[in-house]
């Protein structure tokens, strides 16, 4: 699996956080809805090690004359032996050791006439690199040389003779080891460039989608700003963490224009401060024929005393709808008082209930009866204290819902290699939207996620 789609299933898992927030769309165009989503990336050490292990292998240097280098007598050969590990190191450094095994033979005599003896050895070549982010998506790194470990320096045994070839083997790897350097930044710096990956997944992504067939509904996603913060090197990972802002908008009836494509993706803007909670808004829908349906199982029929017993006043009918930003209960009745009352509020959210409620309520009483309207305050006592006491629409189910398909959502596998951990640490309805035929509950959601990255491919 490479970077692409690996960066596609990325954009593909926040996309289908909005495609559920929009699961329920209203015949209207939703207002565009703002939100941040902040995601810790942890990428191993290990997909270092695999990189620069497939950059560096092999015979390394080889120098097959004798005569060369003023007629040093000198033949030599370094191969990369076994893996090269990587430690971390403080201040976002890492520590590459390569193995090397060294094949090397030395002419000893004078006037052309030489004897000559190999030997084979190892040792350790390392290097010292340190890590940081561009803003333009790369991984750069300034790889600097630390010398070498040997586990037994050379010595040539010409009987009599005993020639030690350290010196010469230095020179060659130093001059060799300085060239390294350069290959490991090169190929890091290739191949974690997610800039061109980015762009393409960045424009598919933007793209319309037509979510409801039924409402020829169309959501279209718009990211915005991205931030991260500086690389964080550990023992085992690099960690850092990606924030994005996003808009969420909802077209009904025609599909959006498309985003004009982009050639690069926004650089990102260095924030130290990004937390590790983000805030995710998403949307559900009621439609008043369900709030209307909800207000009848709760009052229709129902009888209640207005100054006596004898005297009581019957709900014959209850209706629901929208009035600009408020909710209208419109409750006919008859007895003690016979019209139709009209009972208008501002939606708000009863927390203790999971529920919608009435707050600052107006009542208004249309009766034929002139005898009944002294009444009236009696009556509007009661059937407000009983509409704002008893009335409400359940958001329970609408909350489990959300929490149980972002939990989904938040732990799986999308693609082999990454992988998403995450929790949602609370979810509360905090606004609600009228219109004309629709309650839109936008939900705001504190949540955790955790992106692992392995098994990268290059």
């Given at each position: 699996m490479n970077i692409y789609k690996k960066t596609q299933a990325l954009l593909f898992f926040i996309y289908s956080l909005f495609i559920f927030s929009q699961s329920s769309i209203p015949v209207y165009t939703l207002p565009k809805i703002k939100s941040n989503i902040t995601l810790p990336v942890s990428l191993p050490v290990s997909e270092i090690n695999n990189l620069i292990n497939q950059s560096v292998k092999g015979v390394l240097y080889e120098d097959q004359s004798y005569t060369d280098n003023n007629n040093d007598q000198f033949k030599v050969r370094v191969e990369k032996q076994g893996n090269i590990a990587i430690k971390a190191l403080s201040?976002?450094?890492?520590m590459i050791s390569v193995p090397l095994k060294v094949w090397a033979e030395k002419g000893y005599g004078t006037l052309g006439y030489y004897m000559y003896q190999d030997t084979n050895f190892n040792l350790i070549?390392?290097?010292?690199?340190?890590?940081?982010?561009?803003p333009d998506w790369k991984l750069s790194t300034k790889t600097t040389t630390a010398g070498f470990v040997w586990t037994q320096k050379p010595v040539l045994d010409y009987g009599k003779v005993k020639i030690p070839i350290a010196s010469f083997i230095e020179s060659v790897l130093k001059e060799q080891q300085n060239k390294f350097t350069t290959v490991i930044d090169q190929q890091i710096k290739s191949q974690f460039n997610l800039q061109p990956q980015l762009v393409m997944a960045w424009n598919q992504f933007s793209k319309p989608i037509n979510v409801s067939q039924e409402y020829n509904t169309w959501l279209k996603i718009s990211p915005q700003n991205t931030y991260m913060t500086p690389l964080q090197v550990f023992q085992d990972k690099i960690?850092?963490?990606?924030?994005?802002?996003?808009?969420s908008e909802t077209f009904v009836g025609k599909m959006p224009l498309p985003t004009k494509d982009v050639t690069s993706i926004p650089n990102f803007v260095v924030r130290p401060d990004l937390q590790?909670?983000?805030?995710?808004?998403?949307?559900?829908n009621i439609s008043f024929d369900e709030a209307t349906k909800i207000a009848r199982?709760?009052?229709?029929n129902k009888e209640f005393p207005l100054n006596s017993e004898k005297n009581k006043v019957k709900v014959d009918d209850i209706k629901v709808y929208g009035e600009k930003e408020n909710i209208v209960i419109e409750v006919k009745t008859q007895g003690g008082v016979t019209g139709t009352a009209f009972i208008?509020?501002?939606p708000a959210y009863d927390v203790q209930g999971h529920k919608i409620v009435l707050t600052q309520t107006d009542f208004n009483l249309k009766t034929k009866n002139f005898f009944q309207k002294a009444l009236t305050v009696l009556f509007e006592g009661t059937i407000r204290k009983m509409i704002e006491k008893d009335y409400g629409i359940p958001l329970m189910d609408i909350e489990n819902s959300s929490k149980k398909s972002l939990m989904e959502s938040f732990n799986k596998e999308y693609y082999k290699g990454i992988r998403l951990q995450g929790n949602v640490i609370e979810l509360k309805p905090t606004q609600f939207l009228i219109s004309e035929s629709y309650i839109t509950v936008v939900i705001d959601t504190k949540a955790q996620l955790q992106i692992n990255i392995s098994g990268l491919s290059f």
């Open positions: 201040n976002n450094r890492l070549m390392n290097f010292i690199t340190s890590l940081a982010a561009t960690k850092t963490t990606v924030g994005i802002d996003l808009f590790n909670i983000f805030n995710l808004q998403t949307t559900a199982q709760q009052f229709l208008k509020g501002k």
